[in-house]
């Protein structure tokens, strides 16, 4: 089957990355679950214009990236009106102020730890970035280095990092981040997603939430769009499985939904999938949802449709992914997907696939994996620091996450779902908390729930 076009112009689906990404898989990434590339509620776009101010005199105190003109003040916001007016990256020329040197920590080599997908998709974006306004005019030069998934590794990584004079980092896959060595260097850090419990308290800003907030908006839409009070899980027994339950749970138990919970094997048969879901549905529950990934969730799709049960089932968008949908094509009507929406035409979206051009050739063709966290991380933070010279200030890895952690008008990209850090008290390294929902309609295409661009799932987090 031929891969439907606009499915390729899904949302990046992160967080939704780390349970297969942490539990397992061949050592050259491969097992990588692939997201499509691109864009998912086509709000609003690229950052190199934020901020408060408006007007010729906030325009003539203003700094503005390279490529744009500071007198121009036709894409500014009227004053205090508390919206983000953000301008493609593509109308900015090549950046030419004094280069911003920042590090990445990734974890690579390592049989079931190797994802050097995250350091080779975030070196195209840098190359994209300093080719449309770098880091607020600055070029962007990276240093990397490669954890092999041992504290041990990430702490000599943080202290080759710190000994090079870094101004910033920004994390890969590191199991083990060397906060403390970082810390005492007055180097911020930045991460693409939390993967272990210390991350969540850590001092950093995670630009997604991983298991804890992708759980929870499984959660929100069983509530929200099912009214449930009854839900059936399958989940894998293995590491990344039983993390991503108990997340789950965790967020059902706070909503005060029952549940049944049935775990399987980390590779069933046909005959297993219909086992576990026959067993999940017994109770007759509202909706089901599979934690399964990759094969697993072909195997879920078939053995529903097998066994004849129309009970809504949601899960992450790794069972949305282009790999799967091509398979199982319309036996998936009835799923949801959390984090998928319908595709958009945005700035942020064509800037997404033109950097990917190099690489990968055609958006509409591209299937991305983990290398979409590293895209992400790096031209978010961009973003970010757009608006910091918008509003007159110096761009250092310090002001961009002063800006990051006091924002409630950025947006992350390509995506463009604001940033809220410090939302939850008990995650306050996290900064989404917004999802779009997506669910499979036929002839091969994911749409957007109605009413369900971007839920929050701030009240749903245990």
């Avoid at 630009?207 to 009854?230: D, K, R």
């Amino acid at each position: 089957m031929m891969r439907n076009r606009s499915r390729a112009f899904a949302a990046i689906v992160v967080a939704s990355l780390v349970a297969s990404s942490c539990s397992g898989g061949s050592s050259d990434g491969s097992s990588a679950p692939d997201t499509e590339a691109s864009t998912s509620d086509g709000s609003t776009a690229s950052d190199a214009s934020a901020g408060d101010d408006s007007g010729d005199d906030a325009a003539s105190d203003t700094v503005a990236p390279a490529g744009t003109d500071p007198a121009d003040t036709s894409g500014e916001t009227e004053p205090d009106s508390g919206e983000f007016e953000p301008t493609d990256f593509q109308s900015l020329g090549p950046a030419t102020g004094d280069p911003i040197v920042i590090g990445m920590v990734n974890t690579e080599g390592t049989p079931g730890l190797d994802f050097p997908e995250m350091r080779t998709d975030t070196d195209l974006a840098v190359t994209y970035l300093n080719e449309h306004g770098g880091m607020g005019g600055r070029p962007v030069q990276i240093e990397h280095c490669a954890a092999a998934g041992s504290p041990e590794t990430s702490q000599a990584c943080a202290q080759e990092l710190s000994g090079k004079g870094v101004e910033f980092v920004m994390l890969g896959l590191d199991l083990f981040p060397g906060y403390e060595t970082f810390a005492a260097s007055d180097i911020r850090v930045f991460g693409a997603l939390p993967i272990l419990p210390p991350d969540y308290t850590a001092e950093a800003r995670f630009l997604t939430g991983g298991n804890a907030t992708t759980m929870a908006a499984i959660v929100a839409l069983a509530v929200e769009h099912y009214g449930a009070s009854t839900v059936g899980i399958i989940s894998a027994d293995s590491a990344g499985g039983n993390s991503s339950e108990s997340a789950l749970t965790g967020a059902l138990d706070k909503a005060g939904l029952s549940y049944l919970s049935i775990k399987g094997g980390a590779v069933e048969t046909d005959a297993g999938f219909q086992g576990l879901i026959r067993e999940a549905n017994s109770d007759n529950p509202d909706v089901l949802v599979s934690l399964y990934d990759d094969a697993g969730c072909i195997g879920a799709v078939r053995g529903r449709v097998l066994l004849g049960i129309d009970t809504p089932m949601i899960s992450t968008a790794i069972c949305g992914s282009a790999d799967v949908i091509d398979v199982v094509a319309d036996d998936a009507i009835g799923w949801n997907y959390v984090g998928v929406g319908s595709p958009a035409d945005t700035p942020a979206s064509a800037a997404f696939a033109e950097l990917l051009e190099p690489a990968y050739g055609e958006a509409s063709s591209t299937s991305l994996g983990l290398g979409a966290l590293g895209i992400g991380q790096v031209m978010t933070l961009a973003r970010v620091a757009n608006a910091v010279v918008a509003e007159g200030g110096e761009v250092t890895g310090q002001t961009i996450y002063d800006r990051l952690s006091t924002s409630t008008d950025l947006q992350n990209f390509p995506n463009d779902n604001t940033l809220s850090c410090g939302l939850s008290e008990s995650y306050p390294s996290v900064c989404s908390f917004q999802f779009p929902i997506g669910e499979y309609v036929a002839g091969g295409e994911i749409q957007t729930v109605p009413g369900f661009e971007a839920i929050s799932v701030a009240d749903y987090l245990p």
